[in-house]
Nanobody, 131 residues
Framework: QVRLVESGGASVQPGGSLRFSCAAS????????MGWFRHAPVNDREGIAS???????IIADSVQWRFTLSRDSRKKILYLQLNRLKPEDTGMYYC?????????????????????????WGQGTRVTVSS
């Protein structure tokens, strides 16, 4: 059974920071990818960042230099550090997992559209950025 539990969402002012965690209960597949996605109120769900079992990482251009992806492999926790938050970052953020998925496949499609490649999702954590 795959279970993903996100935490860390909050209401913050523009320029603020948050850190999300995704605690994962997973089958130990040899190859897999995990990622963070967000669904803003007026947009389709979009990919933010992803990594695969080889440690390769991809970050969306829209959040490059502001968001950072990291993980604790032993504890099976995926983190997303969000800095210099903007009102357009408001939305629900989801952690996702897909076995047998490599980053080159995500890159070929584009991280922004990669949600269709993932089959396992957490319940989401909400972020509101406003003054």
């Amino acid at each position: 059974q795959v279970r993903l539990v996100e935490s860390g969402g909050a209401s913050v002012q523009p320029g603020g920071s948050l850190r999300f965690s995704c605690a994962a209960s997973l089958y130990d597949y040899d190859t897999y990818s995990m990622g963070w996605f967000r669904h803003a109120p007026v947009n389709d769900r979009e990919g933010i960042a992803s990594f695969d079992d080889g440690g390769r990482i991809i970050i969306a251009d829209s959040v490059q230099w502001r968001f950072t992806l990291s993980r604790d492999s032993r504890k099976k926790i995926l983190y997303l550090q969000l800095n210099r938050l903007k009102p357009e970052d408001t939305g629900m953020y989801y952690c996702a997992y897909q076995p047998k998925l490599r980053l080159f496949t995500i890159s070929a499609l584009g991280i922004e559209k990669a949600d269709r490649l993932f089959g396992f999702w957490g319940q989401g954590t909400r972020v509101t950025v406003s003054s």
